[in-house]
């Protein structure tokens, strides 16, 4: 059974930095696609960040490329985000999410996702 566990979500100041964890199970990290994804209030879901099976390289939205980090540990079977110099737009709910088919497949028959984890940016 494929799980996915994030954690790590809290209130920030702008400016300032979180890590969200993502425990997963039932899958290997390092052999699919994953990625961190976030819906807020009035808008769809953003993809923040993926990286496909065992590639070095990740994509990240605009917004966020230069701010937040996407790695995997492979030893643990977790994935990570590190948010850095957060803004008030930031604020969401943050979920991981595995796709089984790629990062850029059209296809999401095989997408899984667990329980977000709430990210609130302000002062």
């Known amino acids: 059974e494929v799980q996915l566990q994030a954690s790590g979500g809290g209130l920030v100041q702008p400016g300032g930095s979180l890590r969200l964890s993502c425990e997963a199970s039932?899958?290997?990290?390092?052999?699919?696609?994953v990625g961190w994804f976030r819906q807020a209030p009035g808008k769809d879901d953003e993809k923040v960040a993926c990286?496909?099976?065992?590639?070095?390289?990740?994509a990240y939205a605009r917004s966020v490329k230069g701010r937040f980090t996407i790695s995997r540990d492979k030893t643990k079977n977790t994935l990570y985000l590190q948010m850095n110099s957060m803004r008030p737009e930031d604020t969401g709910l943050y979920y991981c999410?595995?796709?089984?088919?790629?990062?850029?497949?059209?296809?999401?028959?095989?997408?899984?996702w667990g329980p977000g984890t709430q990210v609130t940016v302000s002062s």
């Open positions: 999410q595995t796709r089984l088919l790629g990062c850029n497949s059209p296809s999401h028959e095989y997408d899984y």
């Open positions: 039932g899958f290997a990290v390092e052999k699919y696609a």
């Open positions: 990286i496909n099976e065992e590639d070095d390289n990740a």
